[in-house]
């Protein structure tokens, strides 16, 4: 059993992954978070195996609290959802640590696939964010022809 921690401020949002979650037997939702204080307590409290993450979040923002999850709980496997998919914005969240980054559009398409990936040690993106850094990349004049 994967165990799951959501963390969104929306609390319409948290029902809406819930949904989409409960097709699945082998996922177990064990806390929610409506904010990055909130997400770092009951991460530490339920030790989930992948924390979902939203960026940004109020009191601790998404990069602060995958920081801090990364290192203090051995193992925790992050997936951001966002709105934003600039370069960016898409790579401070892997330096943090996170495995995976989702746009929030893209959610009811691609949670479960992100959550397995993520889960299996493996990054993730969407074709939309596998676009948007290669545009940024080959946009880029420092790095060359």
Same mark, same amino acid.
């Given at each position: 059993?994967?165990?799951?921690?959501? +963390?969104?401020? !929306?609390?319409?949002?948290?029902?809406? $992954?819930?949904?989409?979650?409960? *097709?699945?037997?082998?996922?177990?939702?064990?806390?929610?978070?409506?904010?990055?204080? *909130? +997400?770092? /307590?009951? #991460?530490?409290?339920?030790? @989930? !195996?992948?924390?979902?993450?939203?960026?940004?979040? &109020?009191?601790?923002?998404?990069?602060? %609290?995958?920081?801090?999850?990364?290192?203090?709980?051995?193992?925790? $496997?992050?997936?951001?959802?966002?709105?934003? =998919? /600039?370069?960016?914005?898409?790579?401070? @969240?892997?330096?943090?640590? #996170?495995?995976?980054?989702?746009?929030?559009?893209?959610? &009811?398409?691609? $949670?479960? =696939?992100?959550?397995?990936? %993520?889960?299996?040690?493996?990054?993730?993106?969407? &074709?939309?964010?596998? *676009? +948007? $850094?290669?545009? /940024?990349?080959?946009?880029? @004049?420092?790095?060359? @022809?």
């Amino acid at each position: 059993m994967l165990r799951l921690l959501i +963390a969104n401020e !929306d609390a319409a949002f948290r029902a809406g $992954l819930r949904v989409l979650l409960d *097709e699945r037997t082998d996922l177990e939702i064990v806390a929610e978070a409506a904010d990055g204080r *909130e +997400a770092i /307590s009951k #991460a530490i409290e339920t030790k @989930p !195996d992948v924390a979902i993450v939203s960026h940004p979040l &109020p009191l601790v923002d998404g990069l602060q %609290v995958t920081k801090q999850l990364c290192g203090r709980l051995r193992g925790i $496997l992050i997936l951001i959802v966002a709105g934003d =998919e /600039s370069e960016t914005y898409i790579a401070a @969240p892997f330096k943090a640590g #996170a495995r995976g980054y989702l746009l929030s559009k893209e959610v &009811p398409r691609y $949670l479960i =696939e992100a959550i397995d990936t %993520v889960a299996s040690h493996k990054r993730f993106f969407t &074709p939309n964010i596998t *676009e +948007a $850094l290669l545009a /940024s990349f080959l946009a880029d @004049p420092r790095r060359g @022809p």
